[in-house]
């Protein structure tokens, strides 16, 4: 028997690993206690990971279509048929033609981070989508317009905060998500324990609320709203203060005038809670030695998704604690592309997609109108679709128009270990290796840490015979789309690894760049390849770097490799104003792209609430929807039910167990009830992934407990001004089945 080391890569949190494998099986999977960041703590989705392994339904071989059927193909055969295909569709329609939809476990794959953009660039098209837009695009246009970065967003310092105020977001399930945060309930509860406050606003009493000093019951959507009211008096109190921002930071007195159309009195009845509580939580707030706000899903998967993620920042500056011990701090990772890019303006919206125009934002487009893309004749019109760890017919709104739009498509091709709800319609699969069978680091997460770690680990268990590596999968078909299929592998390597040189190299500080070329470089990296060469390069140009001098000491990825465990880079530091990368290296607190958005608030509050609205509800151990193919994650009770308040249920003549059919302006589901004070009145609930019962899918553990899912109802004409779906706060009628 052989321990190895590694990180659990099967959500945020990057808990560490021990996994004890015997003649190529596995074994164990146990917490590491002598890793630094999450010390052994351990979830129970770590156990996926040998299911996983183990699971029958995971392909091994590449599946290419013939007579209607999926068949096992050869590697060869399977590249050549899936490079053929999409480039056929190019060369009859056009590049933007050919979509492509990257899943969430691509933040999760080290191969797909580096080499996905390889072949999205290959591809040429403009019709790109991810699981960002169903996810997180609202705070990453916020962060972008405030400091300059997309992924340069404040996290809690949950290790030395004295209150931390919670909106939309369930840390104790999700484990801390756009929060690094391994081990997050035993921090919560440390908070606590030291005398200090969690306050969780949510539409529903949460585990994480369960554990909280103090729980507000908000109407879905109204974060924005309710942030802006307490923004207005910090304000009114004299309680301003902006800290660590002072002399970074401009408007001000415009944000105090947007925030005074906004007073607690105005929004209290639109957002469910009374102007008395709002104004407290503002002093509260304020009266702490130190504080975080936070939100997540239930702030960016909404209609006013962008402002109350900017309204969370908001906070954070306005009461002193942005960038400071125990506040709201920025992250400093040891390797991260485009660390020495120049500072400019964002740039979105540079194009616009073709039915809606709806805006650009990070070189993709929002995935809610990618069945309007699908469906409507014209010029550019996408008749073939790239997925990439993704499953878009049970995560996107509007499942069900989706659904038809790509069944409709000419060409459907899919780089997945499942035959999943989307899959199953591809005419080639090519499924990559699994977590533990290839290299691993958290190149997304660590960016979002609250506490700055690093750690890389091989492969814990080899490959299928013949089977290539993700990254190596990825760039055959980038070269076979560029017309270089018959050109060494290691050649197309080459160039990828020479162009990120290229972008490390030009405005890194004189003390990384001075004196080295390209080619000293490529020399100096030895004779790795894939990814391990590329992130040797990003440790070594870092701020922990050896800055390939050799007597300097400092990281590189042989010295991260010494340190099975991981390394301990210590707490988060103050990081302004370095950290910016806005044009002028200052923070805008009043973006003019968000400022723009404040009519919808508006009509929000003006508007009558709903009945009854669906929002969703993030589980334990179901991160995603491949999560119900794995029996250690799948067992137990139903959980695909209705949660509904026990005045609702009444009002409705709703039983518990009952089943209750849920309509929408785009669709109904029928689900089991289940009556829980939890809920806001008005609110019922829906966990997402679940619908397991597509003809051609092959998920046996899943089909056994399918459940239906909830984008059969969630709206795709309801979104947030970045383009995000709003699968909270959809409005909805409920009645017995």
């Known amino acids: 028997m052989t321990t190895l080391y590694r990180t659990c890569p099967l959500c945020e949190a990057t808990c560490g690993i021990a996994v004890t494998v015997e003649d190529g099986a596995v074994r164990d999977v146990r917490g590491d206690p002598d890793d630094p960041f999450s010390r052994g703590h351990l979830c129970p989705k770590a156990w996926g990971l040998k299911a996983l392994h183990e699971d029958p339904d995971r392909l091994r071989r590449p599946l290419v279509r013939v007579d209607g059927e999926l068949r096992e193909a050869s590697w060869p055969d399977a590249f050549a048929a899936a490079i053929d295909k999409l480039d056929g569709v190019r060369q009859r329609h056009g590049k933007d033609a050919v979509a492509v939809y990257l899943g969430n476990p691509v933040a999760h794959s080290l191969d797909a981070l580096l080499y996905g953009p390889a072949l999205i660039r290959a591809l040429g098209t403009t019709q790109r989508y991810s699981a960002s837009s169903v996810d997180q695009l609202p705070k990453m246009v916020t962060a972008a317009l405030m400091f300059g970065g997309e992924l340069t967003v404040p996290v809690p310092d949950l290790d030395r905060t004295d209150r931390v105020m919670i909106f939309g977001a369930n840390p104790v399930v999700s484990n801390g998500s756009l929060m690094t945060a391994p ?49 207005e008096a910090l304000f009114a109190d004299g309680l301003v203060t902006l800290g660590a921002a002072d002399g970074h930071a401009d408007g001000v007195d415009e944000i105090r005038a947007i925030a005074a159309r906004y007073p607690a009195e105005r929004v209290a009845a639109a957002v469910g809670v009374d102007a008395a509580t709002i104004r407290r939580l503002a002093r509260d707030h304020a009266a702490a030695a130190t504080a975080a706000c936070y939100g997540r899903i239930g702030t960016t998967a909404q209609e006013l998704g962008t402002l109350a993620s900017w309204a969370v920042d908001l906070v954070n500056v306005l009461t002193g604690n942005l960038d400071r011990p125990g506040g709201a701090m920025f992250a400093d990772p040891a390797a991260l592309p485009g660390r020495h890019r120049k ?14 125009g709806l805006p650009e934002a990070f070189g993709e487009l929002p995935v809610t109108t990618l069945a309007d893309e699908i469906l409507t004749p014209g010029d550019g019109q996408v008749r073939a679709l790239l997925t990439i760890a993704g499953n878009p017919l049970l995560s996107v709104p509007g499942g069900g128009r989706l659904a038809e739009a790509i069944a409709s498509l000419e060409v459907r091709v899919a780089v997945d270990i499942y035959r999943n709800e989307t899959t199953r319609l591809a005419d080639v699969i090519l499924p990559p290796p699994m977590a533990l ?16 770690v690093a750690k890389y680990a091989p492969a814990t268990l080899d490959r299928e015979p013949d089977q290539p590596a993700e990254w190596e999968i990825l760039l055959t078909l980038a070269k076979g789309l560029m017309g270089m299929a018959a050109a060494p592998l290691e050649a197309a390597d080459d160039v990828v690894a020479r162009e990120l040189i290229a972008r490390e190299l030009d405005g890194a500080p004189a003390e990384i760049a001075q004196g080295w070329r390209g080619d000293d470089v490529m020399t100096a990296l030895g004779d790795r390849r894939g990814p391990a060469r590329l992130i040797d390069l990003l440790l070594r140009t870092g701020p922990y770097g050896d800055h390939f001098r050799s007597g300097r000491g400092g990281l590189s990825l042989a010295a991260l490799l010494r340190q099975p465990h991981g390394v301990d880079l210590g707490p988060l530091r103050p990081r302004l104003p370095g950290v910016l990368r806005t044009p002028d290296g200052r923070i805008p607190l009043a973006p003019a792209p968000i400022v723009a958005d404040l009519d919808r608030l508006d009509a929000w509050l003006d508007r009558p609430a709903p009945e009854v609205v ?32 026990p005045d609702d249920a009444a009002r409705l003549a709703l039983v518990d167990g009952g089943q209750a059919r849920v309509t929408s302006r785009v669709g109904e589901v029928v689900a089991p009830v ?15 992934g679940f619908g397991h019962d597509a003809d051609g899918a092959r998920l046996e553990v899943a089909r056994a407990k399918p459940g239906v899912s909830a984008n059969l109802v969630t709206d795709d004409a309801l979104r947030d001004v970045s383009g995000n779906a709003a699968f909270n706060g959809v409005p909805v009628t409920v009645a017995p089945a």
Request: aromatic letters at 4%; glycine letters at 8%; proline letters at 6%.
């Open 614 to 645: 669906l929002v969703g509800r993030r589980q334990l151990r179901s991160n995603n929807s491949w999560m119900h193919n794995l029996p250690p994650l799948a067992k137990g009770k139903e959980r695909c039910t209705l949660r509904v308040h």
């Open 343 to 356: 500072r400019g303006p964002v740039r979105l919206g540079r194009f616009k997609s073709r039915v809606l």
């Open 183 to 231: 081990g997050v309930e035993d921090r919560l509860k440390a908070i606590v324990a030291r005398g200090g406050q969690v306050v969780v606003v949510d539409p529903r009493r949460t585990e994480t609320a369960a554990l909280a000093t103090e729980h507000v019951f908000i109407r879905p959507g109204g974060d924005a709203p309710l942030l802006l009211a307490m923004i």
């Open 437 to 452: 069978q290839r290299d691993h680091t958290d190149l997304a997460l660590y960016q979002l840490a609250i506490r700055n």
């Open 674 to 688: 289940e009556i829980s004070d939890e809920m806001m009145p008005g609110v019922v609930s829906l966990p997402h």
